[in-house]
C-alpha cells in the first residue's frame, strides 16, 4: 500500500497565516495594552505630585545674608496647590525660570511671580500665578517644565524667565541631555502605568547640609593655582563657604572660570552666532509646545547682578569673579534674547533698562550681596515691571 504524500502546496499558506498571526498579536496586544493605560489615565486621574521637588517637604533655607522656610506643596512645587482645571474666565499664567523664578533666599510670597499674581489681580480678579521655577535650570530645561505646566495646569500664558547672560552662557558651555528612546517610548506607550510605577523621591534635605558637604568635595579638586586664588577670597567668605552658608557652586566655578561673565563680551560676534543658535532651537521648542497646547509665550529677560549694578558687580568680585564695570553697559545678552524671540514673533518683556537705572540712583540693591540672586526689593521691581507689561492698566 502506497503512503499518502503530504501536499507540500498546502505549507506556505499555513505558514504565512501563522506568521500573520503573530505579527498582529505583536503589534495589536501592546497597541490594545496601550489604549486601555490611556483610557484608565483619563477615568481614573490622580492628582499630580513631585512635579519638580519632593511633595509635602518643608526646609530651612539658610545662608550669610538670608533665613527663609522653603515649603512645597501636595502637587511638588514652591506654591499653593492649584485645580488641574481652571475656572472661566479665570486667567491662569506659569512662570518657567531657574532659581530667581523659585525665588531663592526669600518667602515665596515675596517671589516675582506671587509679586506679579498680587499686581495682575488688581485688575483681573481670578488670575492665578503658578510657579515653575526649578534651582540650577537652564534654557535647555525649559521645554521639559513648559510640557508638564502645559499638561497638568493647561495655562493661557507661559511666561519664560531666561536670567540675563547667565542662562546664553550655560547653553554654550551644555549640551542638551537627550532622554532615551526607551524611556520616551514607554512614558509615551503607558504613561499611566509609569506614573504608578515610579517611586516616591526622598524628602529634600536642608540646603546647608547639602552646601556642607558638597564644598569640601569642591575644594578638594582645586588645583594649585586655584587654590592658592581660594586662600586670597576674604575670611568672611571662606568661612560662609566652608560652612555651608554660601552657595558653593557660585565660589567653586569662580575659582575654576573666573572670567565667565565676560565670555559675551570677549569671544565677541563668535559667541553671539553660537548663542543665537541654541537658543533658537529651544525657542522653536518652547513655541512648538505652546502652539500645540493653544498658550500664549512670552519671554522675559531676568536682570543679573553683574550686567546690571555696580554694587552686584562689586559682590562677584568678592567670591571670586572677575567682573568689569563695563558688563553694566553691554546689551550683548538682550540683544540675542530679543532678536532670536522676534524671529519666532514671541513678545520679549525687558526691565533690564529699568534695573539699570534703580542701580544708577541711591536706591536699595536689588540683589544679595554675595550670593547675588534678588532679594525682596529685586523681586518686587521685576513683578511691577512684568505686571505694566502685561496690564499697562495696573498703574
Known amino acids: 500500500m502506497t503512503a499518502p504524500v503530504p501536499d507540500a502546496s498546502a505549507s506556505p499558506p499555513r505558514s504565512k497565516r501563522r506568521t500573520l498571526f503573530v505579527a498582529i498579536c505583536l503589534v495589536g496586544i501592546p497597541l490594545g495594552l496601550s489604549g486601555l493605560d490611556h483610557l484608565?489615565?483619563?477615568?481614573?486621574?490622580?492628582?499630580?505630585?513631585?512635579?519638580?521637588?519632593?511633595?509635602?517637604?518643608?526646609?530651612?533655607?539658610?545662608?550669610?545674608?538670608?533665613h527663609v522656610e522653603v515649603v512645597i506643596s501636595d502637587q511638588g512645587l514652591r506654591d499653593r496647590d492649584f485645580p488641574l482645571t481652571r475656572t472661566e474666565p479665570s486667567t491662569r499664567l506659569v512662570t518657567i525660570g531657574d532659581s530667581f523664578t523659585f525665588g531663592w533666599g526669600v518667602p515665596?510670597?515675596?517671589?516675582?511671580?506671587?509679586?506679579?499674581?498680587?499686581?495682575?489681580?488688581?485688575?483681573?480678579e481670578s488670575l492665578e500665578v503658578?510657579?515653575?521655577?526649578?534651582?540650577?535650570?537652564?534654557?535647555?530645561?525649559?521645554?521639559?517644565?513648559?510640557?508638564?505646566?502645559?499638561d497638568h495646569f493647561q495655562p493661557d500664558i507661559v511666561l519664560v524667565g531666561t536670567l540675563q547672560g547667565d542662562d546664553l552662557i550655560q547653553l554654550m558651555e551644555q549640551e542638551p541631555q537627550e532622554v532615551p528612546w526607551t524611556t520616551r517610548a514607554r512614558q509615551a506607550t503607558f504613561p499611566t502605568l509609569s506614573g504608578w510605577l515610579a517611586t516616591d523621591p526622598p524628602s529634600m534635605e536642608s540646603y546647608r547640609n547639602v552646601f556642607r558637604k558638597s564644598q569640601a568635595y569642591l575644594r578638594s579638586t582645586l588645583t594649585p593655582d586655584q587654590q592658592h586664588r581660594y586662600q586670597a577670597l576674604s575670611p568672611r567668605v571662606r568661612s560662609a563657604f566652608e560652612s555651608g552658608l554660601l552657595n558653593p557652586s557660585l565660589v567653586h566655578t569662580a575659582m575654576t572660570t573666573p572670567r565667565r561673565f565676560l565670555d559675551p563680551i570677549e569671544d565677541g560676534p563668535a559667541w553671539q552666532a553660537g548663542a543665537e543658535t541654541r537658543l533658537r532651537r529651544c525657542v522653536r521648542q518652547w513655541t512648538a509646545a505652546c502652539r500645540g497646547a493653544g498658550a500664549v509665550l512670552k519671554v522675559v529677560i531676568v536682570p543679573d547682578g553683574p550686567f546690571v549694578s555696580e554694587a552686584a558687580a562689586a559682590g562677584m568680585r568678592a567670591v571670586g569673579y572677575e567682573v568689569p564695570g563695563s558688563l553694566i553697559t553691554s546689551t550683548v545678552c538682550q540683544d540675542v534674547v530679543i532678536e532670536i524671540c522676534e524671529e519666532a514673533g514671541v513678545t520679549v518683556i525687558n526691565p533690564v533698562p529699568e534695573f539699570r537705572k534703580a542701580a544708577s540712583s541711591n536706591l536699595p540693591g536689588d540683589y544679595f550681596e554675595l550670593d547675588g540672586h534678588f532679594n525682596s526689593d529685586g523681586h518686587r521691581r521685576l513683578g511691577e515691571s512684568v505686571s505694566r507689561s502685561l496690564w499697562p492698566k495696573t498703574e
Open 108 to 124: 515665596i510670597e515675596d517671589s516675582w511671580p506671587k509679586v506679579l499674581e498680587r499686581r495682575g489681580q488688581l485688575t483681573e
Open 130 to 150: 503658578i510657579n515653575f521655577g526649578f534651582p540650577g535650570a537652564s534654557p535647555n530645561d525649559y521645554s521639559r517644565l513648559i510640557t508638564q505646566a502645559l
Open 40 to 66: 484608565v489615565g483619563s477615568l481614573a486621574t490622580t492628582p499630580p505630585r513631585h512635579l519638580l521637588f519632593p511633595s509635602g517637604s518643608r526646609v530651612q533655607h539658610e545662608s550669610a545674608e538670608f
